[in-house]
């Protein structure tokens, strides 16, 4: 009984793999396609470069979705988990995290 628990196990985890394969490559497409690095390029040419918010990387697109803030955080997230972005997390004055990631 074992054996066949195995099995299906693999089996789950082959279907998984094969289901999240395109994720990384479809994220990045959208990244490129948005102009997102783009923005992040501009951003931080020069002496004083900076790191932006998705919000601020939302606004410098002109983008009308209220929700386009949060939908660039989660496609930058995926890249940084591929470690194709840094990102850094900001703290308040009482070295809290404030919620806000800086990419």
Do not use: F
């Not at 690095?37 to 002496?47: I, N, P, Q, R």
Request: net charge negative; with cysteine.
């Amino acid at each position: 009984m074992s054996s066949s628990c195995g099995l299906e196990e693999e089996a789950c985890l082959s279907a998984w793999q094969l289901a999240s394969a395109a994720v990384l490559p479809m994220g990045l497409r959208a990244v490129i396609e948005l102009g997102i690095l783009e923005v992040m390029a501009e951003a931080s040419k020069g002496a004083g470069s900076t790191m932006l918010t998705s919000g601020e990387i939302a606004a410098r697109l002109c983008a009308k979705n209220p929700d386009a803030p949060a939908l660039i955080e989660r496609l930058l997230r995926l890249l940084a988990s591929y470690s194709i972005l840094t990102c850094s997390a900001t703290t308040n004055t009482n070295r809290n995290h404030d919620g806000r990631i800086h990419w």
